[in-house]
């Protein structure tokens, strides 16, 4: 079936280590996304992706970054830098990167630091 | 710079009541989409309707409606007899065409909590 694999599901990580969070889609979508989301907040935009080999920072970015090399794989990595990094991530794909398709999103992935 | 505004944070019904979550959003743009998504428990987000900037028709889909007002800059969503299985976290979103960046700006959500 067509749609987006986010690994691990849950993962934990000791301070000041980098990890690697996977997002794979087969849905042959231009446009991938992430996101994160705290507890009672909304989803806030890390960075994005309209076509391969191109990405832009969206209103968190920093302490994270990213890679887009193949068009259904959008691996995003959490640094040593980013400072309070225990949240829930979320990978999405759309269509186009034009902003009027729809968001198709991954189950998430829980990254916890010790 | 957009904005949307889920100012409930929690609302809690009993089974077969109607409730309405509201959002209200700011643009400078002239051609947007309005989206609503739902996140149940285990967590994945759902799509359930998108709307142009120049459709303000409502829509009805089952026990659900959406009223787009831009006179009012709002996009409520109601459910209709509500059940258990209505309950999760509900977001609305907007993306802009040309000004904005072209990714989706997410309000904080509102938490329905259907009490059977």
């Known amino acids: 079936d067509g749609g987006i694999t986010q690994s691990p599901k849950y993962l934990f990580r000791k301070e000041g280590q980098n990890v690697t969070l996977s997002c794979e889609q087969n849905?042959?979508?231009?446009?991938m996304y992430w996101y994160r989301q705290d507890p009672g907040q909304g989803l806030r935009l890390i960075y994005y992706?309209?076509?391969?080999?191109?990405?832009q920072k969206g209103d968190i970015a920093e302490g994270y970054s990213v890679s887009r090399e193949k068009k259904e794989s959008f691996p995003l990595t959490v640094t040593s830098a980013q400072k309070n990094p225990t949240a829930f991530y979320l990978c999405?794909?759309?269509?186009?990167?034009?902003?009027?398709?729809?968001?198709?999103f991954g189950e998430g992935s829980r990254l916890t630091v010790l | 710079a957009q904005k949307v505004t889920q100012a409930q944070t929690e609302i809690s019904v009993v089974e077969k009541e109607d409730v309405t979550l509201d959002c209200v959003y700011e643009?400078?743009?002239?051609?947007?989409?309005l989206f609503w998504y739902k996140q149940p428990p285990s967590g994945e987000l759902v799509f359930l309707i998108r709307?142009?900037?120049?459709?303000?028709q409502n829509e009805i889909s089952g026990r659900y409606s959406w009223n787009f007002q831009k006179s009012t800059s709002s996009f409520n969503f109601t459910i209709t007899a509500s059940q258990v299985v209505d309950s999760a976290v509900y977001f609305c979103?907007?993306?802009?065409?040309?000004?904005?960046?072209?990714?989706?700006?997410f309000g904080s959500g509102t938490r329905l909590q259907v009490q059977p």
């Open positions: 999405a794909s759309s269509i186009s990167g034009s902003g009027a398709g729809e968001l198709f």
């Open positions: 849905l042959n979508h231009d446009a």
């Open positions: 992706s309209q076509i391969v080999n191109d990405f």
């Open positions: 643009t400078r743009d002239t051609t947007y989409y």
């Open positions: 709307r142009n900037s120049f459709d303000e």
């Open positions: 979103a907007l993306s802009e065409a040309y000004t904005g960046r072209r990714a989706l700006t």
